[in-house]
């Protein structure tokens, strides 16, 4: 199974300025089928997937230097837990690493923005993957007042040149807004307080954080519209269908790695030699 | 679905003096059935240590303190990356933290072969999953003198001392070593050989460490058996069978996590209050 390359391109967003509101967040663009469908599809996504990462870990191993970063930015509720189970779930646990950057630490914040970023970049060989991100100091930085609009400013650009450096060095970096409508942010967060065993997962800071959402999608639209480069360009996904988010993205996944095109290494060891070795040669036989 | 106890049972290993040569590689101790049998087994397992791994999560995230380390030891091809994908892949990743600790760096060996290990423990909430460990500062390092004796002697009480004091700090550790014969090891290295897909994991060094099997079987019965106490129990995997070797850990695992039987956290919020702020006082409806 390949990548849909109908739901990959229509998920492609053009330069220029970002509407938020002129995109369906209940839509499921690229992908004709239902639910089940769409589950299914997803799922058969899983093999091809993980022999590609495999080929990518394996790659890295002999000495090559590429890998894969996801980049998850969303509002609250908005799926970024349920993309790590359901998709980043169907790749082999041994080549992943998730970073959830929550607020920095008063030794994070003595640093650059960047610093934190930096260390949780993933090696060669791996797929990283990034639970909110440096995004956050150009999202809630903005809207809270974190920082002087200035600081703001030069880190659309920070990013900009730090995401073409990675991209330099082998990094193919994926970088999707999970985008789900107001109303659909309410109903998941009233379903949280009507199961116990989902009262975890709310925080009372969240609705205020709400209240705040006309200026959050402003400042995504400023964030993705800065930092929509060739190299390292954004998606928004529909993401009130949790299945559909969920397709999409193992779509998007995959095709990253099909364009990557990782290859098994050549053997750096004579077969034949290794062959007798582990035959006439053994020592335990 | 629960732990089964008569397998989870058999893996128990007594204390006192450990002969692995008398532990059948091929064995599926525990089990009835046949491989089509245990695929299915750890499939329905899925669900149930996904439950449990998210509750322990959520009493993490609510303040708890406890949280569960699997330790995989064995020669190479024993199928720790295996383990890693059938078996843990079963959890949420958002969850699971892996470390594959390999040859130790000219910076780690400065510091007490501990240092490296507590910087990968699991933090409150967590699955910790350790491919090879501090057991290795024992094993190859006895088997090829990188340390003198006395030091690997005093490392079995200092690992004793230091599970212990992960135990008291709210981990449960698994300690798994996966058991294969010296001929399944030879099968494994000839098939990878065969398969140019598989050539990135042949090393011709691991043909090397063959032949040094029997002190490695020696090293790993002493360490067990130095290493085998309450707290911190080791489990000898028949893994030969490599579905059976995944499903002996899942049910592991599983008995691991219903033993600490996290509790979904109470809600530190007034679920009316929070209601009321969604709904009536909603700013965005």
Chains 1, 2 share one sequence.
């Not at 809270?144 to 990094?171: C, D, K, M």
């Not at 999970?178 to 065993?197: F, G, V």
């Not at 609705?207 to 390292?232: C, H, M």
Request: hydrophobic share 40%; charged share 25%.
């Amino acid at each position: 199974m390949t990548a849909d390359a109908d739901l990959v391109d229509a998920l492609r967003l053009p330069a220029g300025p970002v509407d938020l509101a002129s995109i369906d967040t209940n839509g499921a663009p690229g992908f004709a089928g239902g639910k089940e469908e769409g589950k299914a599809t997803l799922y058969a996504l899983g093999d091809t997937l993980s022999d590609l990462q495999e080929r990518l870990f394996a790659e890295g191993k002999a000495g090559g230097n590429r890998s894969l970063l996801l980049v998850l930015q969303g509002m609250d509720t908005s799926g970024k837990g349920g993309t790590l189970r359901h998709t980043v779930g169907l790749m082999d646990p041994q080549g992943v690493r998730i970073t959830s950057f929550k607020a920095p630490t008063p030794a994070e914040l003595e640093q650059d923005f960047l610093w934190r970023i930096r260390k949780a970049l993933p090696t060669a060989g791996y797929v990283g993957v990034f639970d909110r991100s440096h995004y956050e100091d150009v999202l809630i930085a903005r809207v809270r007042q974190l920082a002087p609009l200035e600081e703001i400013e030069r880190r659309y650009e920070a990013i900009n040149a730090f995401e073409a450096e990675l991209v330099e060095g082998g990094t193919t970096i994926l970088k999707c807004m999970l985008h789900i409508s107001a109303d659909e942010q309410k109903a998941r967060l009233l379903a949280r307080l009507d199961d116990p065993s989902k009262h975890w997962k709310y925080n009372s800071g969240d609705v205020d954080e709400r209240a705040l959402w006309p200026a959050y999608q402003g400042a995504y639209q400023v964030a993705i519209e800065r930092t929509n480069t060739d190299v390292a360009p954004w998606h928004v996904i529909p993401a009130d269908k949790k299945w559909y988010r969920n397709l999409a993205i193992g779509h998007l996944l995959l095709d990253a790695l099909e364009t990557m095109d990782p290859q098994w290494p050549k053997a750096d060891f004579d077969v034949a030699v290794e062959k007798r070795r582990l035959t006439e040669e053994d020592p335990l036989s």
